[in-house]
């Protein structure tokens, strides 16, 4: 990471609270809040749910690469990205190259709670919704684990979740720069 640039990356499942952390995150570090979903919304002009019924899973893929790959070469913010994000492995080199990333690990139940109340998610469509997060915890969470800064989550309000990554960034730095 360039000196004059910081970029802190949340990585984590569905529901795990990447956005609402993120925003609170960057107000507390006064730096510009970036969703790559939302990213990816407004550079294919269709919502995910669209992108993954007309164009399919794969293309979803190669935007959300592209797109993480450009706000990734831009200046300093907190960037909450997609589940699956970090899970792929060009994104996930990209950001390890490029960020501090920060796993936000949630339990089952926290991440049933939370998705189960907005449908927009097409991987939990037409799905047992624990079920398919159970099989995405067993599958990614190894992944996640790669990640700079690992923080269980589960009750926390996010400006109480955003104090504690700036708690552990600053461990993070000062062992880096001692
Ligand atoms: C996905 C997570 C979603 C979104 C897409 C795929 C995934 O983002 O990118 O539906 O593969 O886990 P959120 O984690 O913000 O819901």
């Known amino acids: 990471m360039a000196e004059s640039t910081r970029i802190i ?24 809040f970036v969703d790559s979903d939302k990213e990816i919304e407004k550079a294919a002009g ?26 990734l070469s831009g200046g300093s913010k907190v960037l909450a990205s997609g589940g699956g994000a970090f899970i792929q492995p060009g994104v996930r080199a990209a950001i390890k190259g490029k960020a501090v990333s920060v796993w936000l690990k ?19 469509q037409g799905t047992d919704p624990a079920q398919k997060l159970k099989e995405l915890m067993d599958a990614r969470y190894p992944i996640y684990a790669e990640a700079d800064i690992t923080l269980v989550t589960d009750d926390q309000a996010p400006r109480e979740m955003a104090r504690r990554i700036a708690r552990e960034l600053e461990q993070l730095e000062q062992k880096e720069n001692p």
């Open 46 to 71: 269709m919502k995910i749910s669209e992108i993954f019924e007309t164009l399919g899973e794969d293309a979803f893929r190669q935007g959300e690469l592209r797109v993480i790959e450009r706000l």
């Open 9 to 32: 990356v949340l990585v984590g499942l569905m529901g795990s609270g990447k956005s609402r952390v993120g925003f609170e995150l960057a107000k507390l570090l006064k730096l510009p």
């Open 106 to 124: 949630a339990g089952l139940d926290t991440l049933v709670e939370r998705t189960g109340r907005t449908n927009h998610r097409p991987l939990l």
